[in-house]
């Protein structure tokens, strides 16, 4: 069963690659750096949802 966290990270991941590309493509810095901290963000959430699923894993 996948964790909520790396489903909702992976909604985040993707979100801030989309903010990122449309800072970048109208030349807006600050909605570009805004999209790759959502992004690192949701890499971030998206790997504690995987420890977490493995963890549980492990003690099955």
């Known amino acids: 069963m996948v964790n909520k966290n790396t489903v909702k990270g992976a909604a985040k991941e993707v979100a801030g690659k989309t903010k990122a590309a449309a800072g970048k493509a109208t030349g807006e ?5 805004r999209g790759k901290a959502l992004e690192a963000e949701g890499k971030a959430q ?3 949802g995987k420890a977490t699923t493995r963890a549980r894993s492990a003690l099955k």
């Open 29 to 33: 810095k600050a909605v570009q750096a």
């Open 46 to 48: 998206k790997t504690i």
